[in-house]
C-alpha cells in the first residue's frame, strides 16, 4: 500500500513538505502494517530499507554476550528507523514490534536518487533527519547519567 | 548625653550584675581579644592595641590605661545569642516504646559590653536571620530580649575596617541600650533604650556639655575619615550575580584554602550543622546545633555528592551571598566592614579587594526585592513523637510510611522525619488520609535506611509540614501536564489526588513518569486504577533501562513530551533530578509553556526547614521557606548552574 501526500504530511520529517513534493516521495514509499512480536529487522544484517513509525511502537534492542538482549529505545509516531540504511551500512540494532504497528518505508537507494535529484527535497529531509539525531544523542546522553540512581 | 569618669566603670559592672546580668565582653585570651566572661572592669583589654593587615593580628601592650585601644578581635558577640555549639533538645526514649523530646531553652541574662558599632548592626543581622519570620528561633529572641548591651563608638578604626562604607559605624547606637565613648580621664556616656536611662540613673555621671557633643561629633567624623579600608557597595547584589563566570572567581579559588575562618569570625554568618550523639543503647541522645561554614565539603551535600563541589563554587557561594542575595533575603547587606575575615584569613584574602576587581567586567543581573513574611511563627526545632501505622514496600529502596498526623498540609509540602542518634531527613508528603501523613522514602543513606526499616507501631520524630505547595489551584481550566522522575512521582502524588478529585476544574491531567527500570517505579497499582476510574487522567510511563518482559515505552522521560502529551494551554509541574527538569523545562518552552506556567520543586541539603541553618539556598531563595515548589521564572537564572 502506498501512503498518500496527506498522510506523510501527518509526519514530522516530511511535514514542511509541499504537497508536490509529498507526492513525489509518496510514490516511492509504502505502508507497511507490522503485527505484534515480529521483527522488522535485526542487528547485523544489510540494510535496504528506511522506516518512519507512523503508529504503535517499536523497540530497539542490541545483543550483548552474557546479558539478555538490552533494549535502549522505544520509536512511536513520527520518528525515523533505520537510518543505517542512508549510509549503506548494516544494522546497528534488532527492532522489535512491540505493539501493532505501522511504518512508512522508502527504499534507501530510491529516497537517496530523489534527494541527489531535487536538493530542496533532499535538503529539508537531511534536516530533520539531523534534528533527530541531535535529540536521540541528546537523550542518549542523559540516559547514559543513570540520573535515577544513587551516586556512592 | 553624660560623662562617666573612668574609675567609676566598674560601678556599671557592679550595677549589671545587681540587675541579674552574666556580664560578658573584651578580654585578652590566648593572644587574642576575645569575648568572654568578665567579672570586673579590670578583665577588659586596658593597655591592649592591636595590629592587623591580611592574614595577620597581633596584640601589642602599650602600657596605658586606655580601655579601648584595640580593634575588634575574632570573637564577637554573636556566639552570646547563637553559641557555636548548643543542645536543641533531648530525646529519650520511654518504656512504652515512644519517643520523649525535651526542648532546651535558654534562660541566662546576658549583659554585652564593649559592643562596637559593627557588631551592633551584625546583632541586627542576626535579629532578622532568625526572627523576622516567617519562622522565628525562640532561643535567640529569648537572649536577645533578656539581654542588656552597652555599645562603644570607635575613635580610633584600624588598617582592616571599612564600617564607613557599609555605613554601620564607628558611631554606635541602634540595637544598644547604652554607648560609651572612651575619653582621656572619662566616657561620654548616651542612653538610647529605657533600660540605658534606667543604668545612667544608677551610675555616678556627671553632665555633658555642649562641647563635649562637638567633641563628640568631631572624633566620629575622624574616625569615620580614618578607615583603613574602602568598600564601594553600589549595586553589589546585580553586579555579582551578573558575573557568575568573571575569572577572579577562579583566580582567588586559587588561593583560598576553603578553610571557613572567614565564616568562624565573621559576625553575621549564621549557617549551622547538627549532630545527634547517643547513649551506647541509643536510650538517650541529643540534638546538637554547631556553627557550620559554606566552605565545607558537607554544607550542600545531598545523597550522592554536593551541589559545590569547587573552591571557586563554595567561595563565590560565600561571597554572592554576603554582599549579593542577602539583600534579597532579609533587606540588608551581611556585611558589617568589620574586616575579621581580612585579618583571620590564612592566605590574606581582602574581601575589599576582590569586591574591587569584580566590579571590574560587565553584567548585571537583578535578584528580586525582599517580601517580608506577613506572619511569624515560632519554631524550636523540636519534633514531636508520631506513631508508624503502616508500611508499604513499594520497590527494592523505596518505602512509604504512613504516620499518625493531625497537622494539615498542602500537596508539595515536606516534614522532617528523625529518629533520635541517628538523624533527621526531610522527606516529601505523599499522600492523606484523615488522622494520617504518608511518607514515601527512598533509602540512600543512614537516616532514610533507618525510616524505611521501621514496622508498624513504633515511633519517630517529625517536624512540619514546611515549605510552599503546588499552587494547584492556579491551574484551574486548563491541562496540567505532571512530569516525574523517580521517586520525584511522591511529591506530585497528592496534588494529583485532588486534582482528579475535580474533574470540573482540571479537565486533563497527563503524567509523565520516567523511572530508571520499571521495577523502580511506585504508585503503579494506583495509577492504573486511575487510568481505569478517571476519564481526566491519562498516564505514560517510559523508562531508561527496560526489562526483557518490558513492552512500554524505553528512553528519558523527556521523550515523552511531544504535541499530544503537551497541549500549548498546559500548565507543568515536574519533580525529578534537577537534569531531567532543567531538559524537562526546556523541552516544555518549546511546546509554547512559559516559564510562569512551569513548577518545579528543588532539593538542596536542609537541615532545619526553616531558614535558620542556611545550607538550602539557592542564590536569593531558600528552596526550605520560599519553595521547595517555584515557579521557573522564579529560578531560572541559577537553575541547573555549576555550583549552586
Same mark, same amino acid.
Given at each position: 500500500m502506498q501512503p498518500t501526500a496527506e498522510d506523510l504530511g501527518a509526519l514530522a520529517l516530511f511535514a514542511t513538505l509541499d504537497v508536490g513534493d509529498r507526492e513525489r516521495l509518496a510514490a516511492i514509499a509504502g505502508v507497511l502494517d507490522l503485527p505484534q512480536d515480529t521483527t522488522l529487522f535485526t542487528e547485523g544484517e544489510p540494510s535496504r530499507d528506511l522506516y518512519v513509525v507512523a503508529g504503535g511502537r517499536i523497540t530497539l534492542c542490541t545483543s550483548v554476550p552474557g546479558r539478555p538482549e538490552t533494549c535502549f529505545l522505544s520509536l512511536r509516531h513520527g520518528e525515523l528507523l533505520g537510518w543505517s540504511a542512508l549510509l549503506g551500512r548494516p544494522w546497528t540494532a534488532t527492532a522489535h514490534v512491540v505493539e501493532p504497528s505501522r511504518v512508512v518505508r522508502f527504499g534507501a537507494s530510491e529516497l537517496l536518487e530523489l534527494c541527489e535529484m531535487d536538493h530542496d527535497i533532499g535538503y529539508t529531509i537531511m534536516r530533520r533527519a539531523f534534528e533527530e539525531i541531535a535529540d536521540r544523542l541528546h537523550f542518549t546522553r542523559l540516559q547514559m547519567l543513570d540520573v535515577f540512581g544513587v551516586t556512592r | 548625653m553624660q560623662r562617666l569618669h573612668k574609675?567609676?566603670?566598674q560601678t556599671l559592672f557592679e550595677v549589671l550584675r545587681d540587675e541579674g546580668y552574666a556580664v560578658h565582653g573584651p578580654t585578652v585570651r590566648d593572644g587574642a581579644i576575645v569575648h568572654g566572661p568578665l567579672r570586673s572592669a579590670d578583665d577588659l583589654p586596658i593597655g591592649w592595641t592591636d595590629a592587623q593587615g591580611p592574614g595577620q593580628y597581633r596584640l601589642q601592650k602599650d =602600657?596605658?590605661?586606655?580601655?579601648? =585601644?584595640y580593634v575588634v578581635g575574632p570573637d564577637s558577640p554573636k556566639k552570646q545569642r547563637f553559641p557555636s555549639h548548643e543542645t536543641l533538645y533531648v530525646a529519650t526514649l520511654r518504656a512504652d516504646g515512644k519517643i520523649g523530646f525535651a526542648p532546651n531553652m535558654p534562660s541566662a541574662a546576658e549583659a554585652h559590653v564593649g559592643v562596637r558599632a559593627c557588631d551592633l548592626a551584625a546583632m541586627r543581622i542576626q535579629t532578622e536571620v532568625f526572627e523576622r519570620g516567617p519562622y522565628v528561633e525562640p532561643r535567640h529572641r529569648s537572649r536577645r530580649e533578656r539581654s542588656v548591651v552597652i555599645g562603644v563608638s570607635c575613635t580610633k578604626p584600624g588598617d582592616l575596617c571599612f564600617c564607613a562604607s557599609t555605613k554601620t559605624g564607628p558611631r554606635a547606637s541602634e540595637g544598644a541600650d547604652l554607648v560609651l565613648t572612651e575619653r582621656e580621664h572619662d566616657f561620654l556616656v548616651e542612653a538610647i533604650t529605657d533600660l540605658g536611662e534606667r543604668l545612667v540613673q544608677r551610675l555616678p555621671m556627671n553632665g555633658a556639655t555642649e562641647q563635649d557633643a562637638q567633641w563628640l561629633d568631631a572624633a566620629m567624623a575622624s574616625a569615620e575619615s580614618s578607615m583603613g579600608r574602602e568598600l564601594d557597595t553600589e549595586d553589589l547584589p546585580a553586579i555579582l550575580f551578573g558575573r557568575l563566570q568573571h575569572p577572579r572567581w577562579a583566580e582567588v579559588a586559587d588561593r583560598c584554602l576553603a578553610c571557613g575562618s572567614c565564616t568562624s569570625v565573621c559576625p553575621t554568618c549564621f549557617c549551622s550543622t547538627t549532630e545527634d550523639p547517643s547513649s551506647l543503647d541509643a536510650a538517650d541522645s541529643s540534638r546538637e546545633r554547631l556553627w557550620d561554614s559554606c566552605f565545607t565539603w558537607e554544607h550542600a551535600y545531598i545523597h550522592g555528592g554536593t551541589v559545590r563541589p569547587r573552591v571557586e563554587d563554595r567561595y563565590r557561594q560565600w561571597l554572592t551571598h554576603k554582599v549579593g542575595s542577602w539583600v534579597a533575603q532579609f533587606g540588608t547587606s551581611g556585611c558589617v566592614g568589620c574586616g575579621r575575615c581580612i585579618a583571620w584569613c590564612p592566605v590574606g584574602i581582602d574581601l575589599t579587594e576582590e569586591l574591587a576587581a569584580l566590579r571590574e567586567g560587565e553584567g548585571r543581573a537583578e535578584l528580586p526585592e525582599r517580601v517580608a513574611p506577613a506572619s511569624t511563627v515560632d519554631d524550636d526545632l523540636v519534633p514531636r513523637s508520631c506513631e508508624v501505622i503502616g508500611v508499604t514496600r513499594e520497590t527494592h529502596d523505596i518505602v512509604t510510611l504512613d504516620v499518625a498526623c493531625s497537622e494539615p498540609f498542602a500537596p508539595g509540602q515536606f516534614s522532617q522525619l528523625s529518629l533520635p542518634g541517628i538523624g533527621e531527613v526531610p522527606i516529601s508528603i505523599s499522600g492523606a488520609r484523615p488522622g494520617i501523613a504518608s511518607h514515601t522514602i527512598r533509602a540512600v543513606g543512614a537516616t532514610t535506611r533507618a525510616l524505611c526499616a521501621l514496622s508498624p507501631g513504633t515511633s519517630l520524630g517529625m517536624r512540619g509540614p514546611y515549605g510552599r505547595p503546588w499552587p494547584i489551584d492556579s491551574f484551574v481550566g486548563r491541562p496540567v501536564v505532571v512530569v516525574a522522575g523517580g521517586i520525584g512521582l511522591a511529591p506530585l502524588r497528592e496534588a494529583m489526588v485532588r486534582m482528579l478529585a475535580r474533574p470540573g476544574d482540571f479537565p486533563h491531567v497527563i503524567l509523565l513518569y520516567g523511572t530508571r527500570s520499571p521495577d523502580d517505579a511506585i504508585f503503579t497499582d494506583e495509577l492504573d486504577a486511575w487510568e481505569r476510574t478517571y476519564s481526566a487522567f491519562e498516564a505514560h510511563h517510559t523508562v531508561d533501562h527496560a526489562t526483557p518482559s518490558w513492552k512500554g515505552h524505553i528512553g528519558?522521560?523527556?521523550?515523552?513530551?511531544d504535541e499530544a502529551t503537551v497541549p500549548a494551554d498546559a500548565s507543568a509541574m515536574i519533580c525529578g533530578p534537577e537534569i531531567m527538569m532543567r531538559f524537562t523545562v526546556e523541552a516544555l518552552g518549546r511546546r509554547g509553556l512559559p516559564d510562569e506556567r512551569i513548577w518545579v520543586t528543588l532539593e538542596r541539603h536542609m537541615e532545619c526547614a526553616v531558614g535558620f541553618c542556611g545550607r538550602c539556598q539557592l542564590g536569593p531563595h531558600f528552596v526550605c521557606k520560599d519553595g521547595?515548589?517555584?515557579?521557573?521564572d522564579q529560578v531560572r537564572m541559577l537553575f541547573g548552574r555549576m555550583g549552586f
Open positions: - | 574609675r567609676d566603670l =602600657g596605658s590605661s586606655v580601655f579601648d =585601644g528519558v522521560v523527556t521523550r515523552l513530551l521547595p515548589v517555584f515557579s521557573f
